[in-house]
């Protein structure tokens, strides 16, 4: 499959938009809302709305033209540029500011999650909203206290009450991201992960669509964090919360793991598929920004590359700004091939765990490195260096860190089950 780094023709124009509004509104509002943690920018939020309700619009669209042409055969398979499309965009926005990026109104992990496994209907009844009215917001919350990389290890349930025929949740989901808002803010939603049966390990979870405000439903912190300060990470309390039976993502029919392991977890997988391409975009725009700023920095004290020059004529400067270009490239490759698999309708599993491991190594080392470069300078908040350091090691952690990311790839190259290799 061909591979360009240029933005696509079809998507230039939104692309353009949204590096305006990185560079025109994200810019100027970073350092306030980096200090003002827990203050949401309405400024973009409200700008950038109109935008995410159209690309709402359309994504659902063709979900659900998808879901007819499955039922219909013989199936036409025409190509999206959905997630190709995402990428650019992410990218550009997060070289404005990572932390503002994720406060963007959209169904987001939540929506990934209703598309990966929700019907037709539940796809509708969820997501529709996120295409009209005021912002809203969308989320996941997989992660509890004694379940990070270990999701099989959920605590949190799900029984169903058969008088009154709902779901009641009971437990603690931490690190939200978007928690509060989606929790909170009128006609936001956040899909849970609970388990039917501990006993039954990942084959006994399932995800639950969640809708703000629910009675149950408590929002109990809010993290203070290193980096993306702007970003909303909750802590939420389920307590005896009840939901309409139809709100459980997929069937709640439960198999022995022998007979079908994963089965509950496949939403999850599929939803991770999803986002973290959109993940490794989000470093490679942080570490871009970082990049340019200071490479144009040593340009104007006159540090550039001459062209054409043999490797050992160069100083130890010159060739870190090539590596740190390298490595950028090579990570952004690799996400636009995770993405552009998932627009051709293709498994995208190693691909999305290779550019989530690259990326989130390259935007920590050259955000580290362009520090050390500027000397005192990029130590100092004058300059947004030091916050582009500190946002950069997220990448590395949400969405399966660095080493869950390579032993994903370790076991799909080499072959081996998740019991083989762990
Ligand atoms: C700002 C922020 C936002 C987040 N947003 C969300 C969200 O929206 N929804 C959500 O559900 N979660 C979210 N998370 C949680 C995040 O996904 C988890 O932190 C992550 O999965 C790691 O889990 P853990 O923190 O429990 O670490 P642990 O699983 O305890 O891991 C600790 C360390 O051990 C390593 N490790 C663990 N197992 C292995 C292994 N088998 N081999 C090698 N190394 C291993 C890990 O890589 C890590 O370095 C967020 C976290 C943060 C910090």
Redesign the pocket.
């Given at each position: 499959m061909p591979i360009c780094f240029e933005v696509p023709p079809e998507i230039l124009n939104q692309t353009q938009m949204a590096r305006m509004l990185a560079e025109q509104v994200m810019r100027s509002i970073s350092r306030y809302y980096d200090e003002h943690e827990h203050e949401r920018p309405w400024e973009y939020i409200n700008v950038i709305w109109p935008f995410i309700q159209q690309i709402e619009a359309a994504n659902l669209k063709r979900s659900l033209r998808r879901n007819g042409a499955e039922e219909e055969e013989p199936k036409e398979k025409k190509r999206s540029t959905t997630h190709v499309r995402m990428i650019h965009m992410i990218e550009a926005l997060s070289w404005g500011d990572a932390g503002i990026y994720l406060c963007t109104p959209s169904s987001a992990?939540g929506g990934a999650a209703i598309q990966a496994v929700g019907t037709p209907e539940q796809k509708e009844r969820f997501l529709t909203r996120f295409t009209r009215g005021k912002p809203k917001w969308g989320?996941?919350?997989?992660?509890e206290p004694q379940?990070?990389?270990?999701t099989s290890a959920i605590q949190t349930t799900a029984r169903l009450d058969p008088q009154t025929n709902e779901w009641v949740l009971n437990g603690t989901?931490?690190?939200?991201?978007?928690?509060r808002l989606a929790g909170c803010e009128s006609d936001g939603l956040i899909v849970v992960?609970a388990t039917l049966d501990k006993s039954l390990g990942r084959a006994g979870m399932r995800p639950f669509v969640v809708e703000a405000g629910t009675p149950g439903m408590h929002i109990i912190h809010q993290?203070k964090?290193m980096g993306?300060r702007a970003?909303d990470?909750a802590t939420i309390r389920f307590e005896n919360c009840r939901i309409p039976y139809d709100n459980i993502l997929g069937s709640p029919e439960l198999v022995r793991p022998d007979e079908h392991e994963e089965k509950g977890f496949k939403g999850a997988m599929k939803t991770f598929d999803a986002s973290r391409p959109y993940v490794a975009a989000s470093a490679v725009g942080i570490a871009r920004a970082a990049f340019e700023f200071t490479r144009d920095t040593l340009a104007a004290q006159g540090i550039t590359i001459p062209e054409c020059a043999p490797l050992h004529k160069l100083s130890a400067v010159q060739r870190d700004l090539l590596q740190m270009e390298m490595d950028l490239k090579a990570a952004w490759l690799l996400t636009v091939r995770s993405a552009a698999l998932l627009d051709a309708g293709e498994s995208n599993t190693l691909e999305a765990s290779m550019a989530k491991v690259k990326a989130g190594k390259v935007v920590t080392s050259i955000t580290q490195k362009c520090v050390e470069l500027l000397g005192p300078l990029g130590y100092s908040q004058e300059l947004l260096v030091e916050k582009w350091m500190r946002d950069a090691k997220?990448n590395d952690?949400?969405?399966?860190?660095?080493?869950?990311n390579t032993?994903i790839v370790a076991r799909r190259i080499l072959g081996y089950t998740r019991s083989e290799l762990?």
């Open positions: 992990l989320a996941m919350a997989m992660t379940a990070g990389s270990d989901k931490i690190f939200c991201t978007n928690g992960w993290e964090k993306i970003s990470t997220i952690i949400y969405e399966g860190t660095g080493q869950i032993l762990k």
